[in-house]
């Protein structure tokens, strides 16, 4: 799925394309998967003579900022969306893939298609539907739910070690998952980006977010610094990555061994592969899980109640260990709901069927639920 780099070059595409522009005319393809609640209706009618005064991005999310008053547009671009300008660029660089949704305008799976008074048309493209277009009423699209329950962006807004170590020292759950969690500590990660960061860090994907003493926390922030500015300023352009990074090397198994290859300091790893909440993880050598039994538990959160639809998780399961970068590596939903746990009431034990002809000092005998219909049925029919 666009992970942070992905979702801000799909930013910056639109902000170079739509700032300081007039909007004149919105078009949309409703699909109530896609669209949350009436934003189809509710965009077609607010958007129009109104001017972009920004693009903004939180998270895997982007927002625009609008002249005047109403509801403005937040969408997120799920697992396979995109932005495209006609006769500009497209937000992949896939020849298969922009060969395929770019036959006609507008493109195959498009959304939501802005057109701007100078001629210039743009649109989100969704083939797999998994994202979510929002109509938010409010000047500003971060200070209402979902994107106000986002954590801190990773690369603009990351916090300080002090601050980190004290969000992780309250979570039980192994540091990738936390990392994962839109809504946690940091906004914008993925499933590879994670991965990426816990390598550098030489942390352990599965070990508890809890345990993370103030060195691994440093480097862990460290990491994601390195990362998420590599990630940038190569703009997403993952061929570019270096040959020393796990990224380059996490796909693909012979006889179900990882690659081996050789990192920054000369000496070689060799990649191993787990699946962690359901999702594919690449591991080093270098990364090993310690014993942390000795280190107790930390005191319960309260729970804070927060409503499915605005909550972001970043759960889906990858469909296999394939190259398949900035589309398909990661998976998410914007808007998956939380699990509540079903009450299960016990049945009572199947009743005792004496029967009829039966001597009164005879003990009852018990039968099964299927038992007791077949005789009902027997009785029934006579």
Same mark, same amino acid.
């Given at each position: 799925?666009?992970?942070?780099?992905?979702?801000?070059?799909?930013?910056?595409?639109?902000?170079?394309?739509?700032?300081?522009?007039?909007?004149?005319?919105?078009?949309?393809?409703?699909?109530?998967?896609?669209?949350?609640?009436?934003?189809?209706?509710?965009?077609?009618?607010?958007?129009?003579?109104?001017?972009?005064?920004?693009?903004?991005?939180?998270?895997?999310?982007?927002?625009?900022?609008?002249?005047?008053?109403?509801?403005?547009?937040?969408?997120?671009?799920?697992?396979?969306?995109?932005?495209?300008?006609?006769?500009?660029?497209?937000?992949?660089?896939?020849?298969?893939?922009?060969?395929?949704?770019?036959?006609?305008?507008?493109?195959?799976?498009?959304?939501?298609?802005?057109?701007?008074?100078?001629?210039?048309?743009?649109?989100?493209?969704?083939? =797999?539907?998994?994202?979510?277009?929002?109509?938010?009423?409010?000047?500003?699209?971060? =200070?209402?739910?979902?994107? =106000?329950?986002?954590?801190?962006?990773?690369?603009?807004?990351?916090?300080?070690?002090?601050?980190?170590?004290?969000?992780?020292?309250?979570?039980?759950?192994?540091?990738?998952?936390?990392?994962?969690?839109?809504?946690?500590?940091?906004?914008?990660?993925?499933?590879?980006?994670?991965?990426?960061?816990?390598?550098?860090?030489?942390?352990?994907?599965?070990?508890?977010?809890?345990?993370?003493?103030?060195?691994?926390?440093?480097?862990?922030?460290?990491?994601?610094?390195?990362?998420?500015?590599?990630?940038?300023?190569?703009?997403?352009?993952?061929?570019?990555?270096?040959?020393?990074?796990?990224?380059?090397?996490?796909?693909?198994?012979?006889?179900?061994?990882?690659?081996?290859?050789?990192?920054?300091?000369?000496?070689?790893?060799?990649?191993?592969?787990?699946?962690?909440?359901?999702?594919?993880?690449?591991?080093?050598?270098?990364?090993?899980?310690?014993?942390?039994?000795?280190?107790?538990?930390?005191?319960?959160?309260?729970?804070?109640?927060?409503?499915?639809?605005?909550?972001?998780?970043?759960?889906?399961?990858?469909?296999?260990?394939?190259?398949?970068?900035?589309?398909?590596?990661?998976?998410?939903?914007?808007?998956?709901?939380?699990?509540?746990?079903?009450?299960?009431?016990?049945?009572?034990?199947?009743?005792?069927?004496?029967?009829?002809?039966?001597?009164?000092? =005879?003990?009852?005998?018990?039968?099964?639920?299927?038992?007791?219909?077949?005789?009902?049925?027997?009785?029934?029919?006579?």
């Amino acid at each position: 799925m666009p992970e942070l780099a992905e979702v801000e070059r799909g930013r910056r595409l639109l902000e170079d394309a739509i700032l300081h522009k007039r909007i004149v005319a919105v078009s949309v393809e409703e699909d109530p998967r896609v669209f949350v609640d009436d934003s189809a209706s509710i965009l077609a009618k607010a958007l129009p003579t109104r001017t972009v005064l920004a693009v903004k991005r939180r998270g895997k999310n982007i927002y625009l900022r609008l002249d005047g008053h109403g509801p403005t547009l937040a969408f997120h671009l799920g697992m396979t969306g995109s932005v495209a300008i006609k006769d500009g660029e497209f937000h992949y660089r896939r020849p298969r893939y922009i060969k395929r949704i770019s036959a006609s305008w507008p493109p195959w799976r498009w959304k939501i298609l802005l057109q701007l008074g100078d001629g210039t048309e743009v649109c989100t493209i969704d083939t =797999s539907r998994f994202g979510r277009i929002r109509a938010v009423d409010a000047e500003d699209a971060v =200070s209402v739910p979902p994107l =106000s329950l986002l954590a801190r962006d990773a690369w603009s807004d990351l916090p300080s070690a002090e601050d980190f170590r004290a969000d992780l020292t309250c979570r039980t759950a192994p540091i990738k998952t936390v990392l994962l969690d839109q809504n946690a500590v940091v906004a914008g990660l993925g499933n590879y980006n994670v991965d990426e960061v816990l390598f550098h860090a030489r942390i352990h994907p599965r070990q508890p977010a809890y345990t993370l003493d103030m060195e691994q926390t440093i480097a862990l922030r460290s990491a994601i610094e390195l990362v998420a500015a590599k990630v940038m300023d190569i703009d997403a352009d993952t061929k570019k990555l270096p040959k020393t990074w796990l990224y380059k090397h996490r796909y693909g198994r012979k006889n179900g061994v990882g690659q081996a290859f050789t990192m920054e300091d000369g000496t070689s790893t060799q990649v191993t592969h787990d699946r962690i909440n359901g999702r594919i993880t690449a591991i080093t050598s270098v990364q090993v899980l310690g014993d942390y039994s000795n280190i107790p538990l930390p005191a319960r959160r309260k729970k804070t109640v927060v409503d499915p639809e605005d909550q972001e998780t970043d759960s889906l399961e990858d469909s296999n260990l394939q190259d398949t970068p900035n589309v398909l590596d990661d998976g998410h939903d914007f808007a998956e709901p939380t699990r509540k746990r079903r009450k299960v009431v016990k049945a009572s034990r199947p009743a005792q069927i004496v029967v009829a002809d039966a001597a009164p000092e =005879s003990t009852p005998l018990r039968r099964s639920q299927r038992q007791v219909k077949k005789v009902a049925r027997n009785q029934m029919t006579r």
